[in-house]
């Protein structure tokens, strides 16, 4: 191990042990795993707010060097991966007769940030983030956005401490019963909608970002939407894609229910 590795296990505890609000062991045990290296699970959980001292200056920053202390980007953007392909591996090996464009629609389900929210909060991660002060203040433990990149952060230092099977062996458990429970492949709603107007002649749907509420690290976003001839349906969401698909599934099931009854 090099000299800059124990630096930067002992600065991580630090904080850690500075501004966690519960042992991140507590944790790992949850997941179901023992870390070699629990360094790599405090640097998972470490919001890059907890890296900021009071002057504005990144705690461990000194003059022409590097800090040792990271937060937990670079291992949410391995994360995505790792979570990615265990899925695709699960699907594919579950579903042998399901056609591309099904297990397509069940991936996107499963590794989207309201999943990975649902996950997070399910294992508490939101109890195990280490925050900056004001960002624990402002509720940012139960940021569905912070907890979803938290949770694909953890992931990756689960593979990179116990490697892919221990990894794997995580999101087959955490995943397990999301993956039983979605019995036919989902449908977008946006897709149906689009695919709803575009039948009867209606043109494409149109969304409207009516408002944007919230603080700027938990913004709300308001959007509508309609189809050229009918009422449109307005949904609010913490992300303009969730909003989106929330008002045309509203929008939709307003539509098939018209139809419904003008036909019985």
């Not at 629990?38 to 900021?52: D, G, K, Q």
């Not at 749907?205 to 307005?234: C, Q």
């Amino acid at each position: 191990m090099s000299g800059t590795a124990p630096a930067a296990a002992r600065a991580a505890v630090e904080i850690a042990a500075a501004t966690g609000p519960a042992g991140p062991m507590e944790l790992a045990a949850r997941l179901g795993h023992d870390f070699a290296n629990p360094a790599l699970l405090v640097e998972a959980l470490t919001h890059p707010s907890a890296l900021v001292r009071g002057d504005g200056r990144e705690h461990g920053r000194r003059r022409k060097r590097a800090s040792p202390i990271r937060g937990y980007d670079r291992l949410e953007f391995l994360g995505d991966r790792v979570l990615g392909l265990v899925i695709a591996d699960l699907l594919w090996r579950r579903y042998p007769d399901e056609p591309e464009g099904s297990l397509t629609r069940r991936h996107t389900h499963l590794v989207r940030r309201e999943t990975l929210a649902r996950v997070a909060a399910e294992i508490g991660l939101g109890l195990h983030l280490i925050l900056s002060p004001a960002e624990t203040a402002a509720g940012a433990a139960a940021n569905p956005g912070i907890l979803a990149d938290a949770c694909e952060a953890v992931l990756a230092a689960i593979y990179l401490d116990g490697g892919f099977a221990a990894a794997a062996d995580c999101i087959g458990r955490l995943w397990g019963p999301l993956i039983a429970e979605i019995e036919e492949p989902p449908r977008d709603p946006k897709t149906a909608l689009q695919e709803w107007a575009q039948a009867r002649g209606k043109g494409l749907p149109h969304y409207e970002l009516v408002a944007t509420e919230g603080p700027d690290h938990a913004p709300v976003f308001t959007i509508t939407a309609s189809i050229a001839g009918s009422l449109g349906a307005t949904a609010t969401a913490s992300s303009k894609r969730s909003a989106e698909a929330a008002a045309a599934a509203a929008l939709l099931d307003r539509l098939e229910g018209d139809a419904t009854t003008r036909t019985s």
